[in-house]
């Protein structure tokens, strides 16, 4: 049988900057990329949706505190709710956060500088819908860029939850935390781009492990649904 | 009613800003501790109410002012 291909939705809010790497990368990997603009109330079909960085709405208040309020947003906290897998990288990380789709908040940098390097990480759960190509304990190289990466977990945050943990902290992250998922395990969060290394060309193709492993999820649920 | 929304780094995140802040103020000469960097909103209510204004201006600062797992809030009325 012929194996479909994966419809994954990308949203663009205003601000937004690594949309187009974020759907030219999943197309790169075999999936139907699918722009969503932020005004839009209702998903198209999707398998999955991922929320790309940037500065959405100017980073103002908080980094993704105004994002949390786009039509987009809340049909993405549908989509979640009734299981669908979202994956958020840098700004979108910090918007599911804001949304209350994921524990935690990100900050500044501990150094109040912007980082902007190829950052190891150690994967620590290969078990998610996003990590499935990786092996646990493995490390892989994703870069980083940002100001407000550093993760703050609340108090009561399982520790099962974290799924990347950086080698060499860049931006003083509690206890090394670089990516997270949700208790049930179809939301994850991560501060590095996974979009921005997906050709050796970029100096690393780590990150098509894990949109590559997104792909397959999302495939899965493609064929389930048939 | 004006209402003025003052938002803090909570006691126990750190807050890198603060301690730059510190550390200038260091260099003028000024031995300060403590610098804490937070952020100020200034709102207008409508009515007249102020405990009205007050229970409004909470859920504001519980719905988006403030984030409850890393800052603190307090909330001026002025009439």
Redesign the interface.
């Known amino acids: 049988m012929a194996s479909p291909q994966p419809r994954i939705g990308v949203v663009t809010y205003p601000g937004s900057q690594d949309d187009r790497d974020a759907l030219w990368a999943l197309a790169a990997l075999d999936a139907e990329a699918v722009p969503v603009w932020h005004e839009e109330a209702e998903l198209p079909a999707l398998d999955a949706v991922v929320l790309p960085g940037g500065f959405s709405y100017g980073d103002y ?2 980094c993704g ?1 105004i994002a949390r309020f786009s039509p987009a947003t809340a049909a993405v906290r549908a989509f979640a709710g009734d299981g669908g897998l979202v994956l958020g990288i840098c700004n979108g990380f910090q918007i599911l956060c ?1 949304a209350g789709l994921l524990p ?2 990100l ?6 500088r912007f980082v902007c390097r190829d950052v190891p990480l150690r994967v620590e759960r290969a078990d998610t819908p996003f990590t499935s190509r990786c092996e646990s304990g493995s490390t892989i190289v994703i870069p980083v860029k940002h100001g407000d990466g ?1 993760y ?1 977990p ?1 108090r009561d945050l399982d520790p099962a939850q974290v799924v990347f943990r950086y080698r060499d902290n860049p931006n ?1 992250s509690v206890d090394d935390i670089a990516g997270v998922c949700n208790a049930e395990g179809n939301v994850l969060g991560l501060m590095p781009h996974p979009e921005h290394a997906v050709d050796p060309l970029l100096g690393s193709a780590d990150g098509a492990l894990v949109l590559a492993s997104l792909v397959d999820a999302a495939r899965d649920r493609a064929l389930a649904a048939v | 009613m004006k209402a003025t929304v003052v938002v803090r ?1 909570k006691r126990g ?2 807050d ?2 603060g301690e ?1 802040v510190e550390r200038a103020l260091g260099h003028l000469g000024f031995a300060v501790r403590g610098a804490r960097v937070g952020k100020v909103v200034d709102l207008e209510v409508p009515g007249d109410d102020e405990a009205a204004a007050r229970e409004q201006v909470e859920r504001m600062c519980a719905q ?2 403030a ?1 409850p ?2 800052e603190s809030y307090e909330i001026e009325l002025h009439g």
């Open positions: 208040l908080r505190a804001e935690g908040a900050l500044r940098n501990e150094s109040l550093r703050v609340p003083g | 780094p995140i750190l890198p800003q730059a988006l002012l984030n797992l890393i």
